[in-house]
């Protein structure tokens, strides 16, 4: 069974605030982790999406403005161009191995590892996902939906195991637009895609 690490975007930044904080510069054994992240089996719920960022009236109301409003086709437009180079990004898996060395350095020296390595590299992959998972839902195109969900399936095994005061932050910012698009293709995912 795949481990669910959709919930685990949603809830680590709950894991990060339970640990002990220390001292400025010291180092210290975090305890473990007051949440345990289990996993989902999503193939019970009776639900359709999307419904927590758009509900379909509200997707069919921007299609009709865009339709009729020549902003609205503006915006749609660079919406559409910017999920062509999308399309482009890379499928790589992230290397997670740098917590290993970082772990044990006083905290105030890892920031700009931990802060390359759980928000910008993730957001990197999470960011295009999420825009194309908005472009599908105005225009329906089996290549935005397929891309953003092969991006997302790519974060899915991201394991959060790095521990610092910031990283909840971190997560946060790449798991929304991760649940962006959980949300919006809910319904073109399989059942595995969707745990």
């Known amino acids: 069974m795949t481990k669910t690490r959709w919930i685990g975007v949603l809830w680590a930044s709950l894991a990060v605030l339970g640990h002990s904080l220390t001292a400025v510069g010291q180092s210290a054994a975090v305890p473990a982790r007051p949440v345990t992240i289990g996993t989902l089996d999503s193939s019970g719920l009776k639900a359709s999406g999307p ?41 790589e898996p992230l290397d997670e191995s740098w917590w290993t060395q970082a772990r044990d350095k006083p905290w105030e020296q890892t920031y700009p590892e931990v802060y390359e390595n759980t928000s910008l590299k993730p957001l990197a992959i999470a960011r295009p996902a999420g825009v194309l998972a908005t472009a599908w839902l105005l225009t329906g195109q089996d290549r935005h ?19 610092h005061y910031d990283v909840g932050m971190n997560y946060a910012g790449w798991g929304t637009e991760v649940l962006r698009v959980y949300d919006a293709l809910w319904p073109r995912m399989s059942a595995d895609q969707r745990r």
């Open 145 to 163: 939906a397929d891309k953003a969900i092969a991006l997302a399936m790519n974060l899915s095994s991201y394991s959060f195991e790095a521990e």
């Open 51 to 91: 419904r927590l960022f758009l509900t379909p009236a509200e997707i069919e109301q921007a299609r009709r403005k865009i339709a009729a409003d020549s902003r609205a086709k503006d915006v749609y437009d660079r919406l559409i161009v910017e999920a062509d180079k999308a399309l482009e990004t890379k499928i």
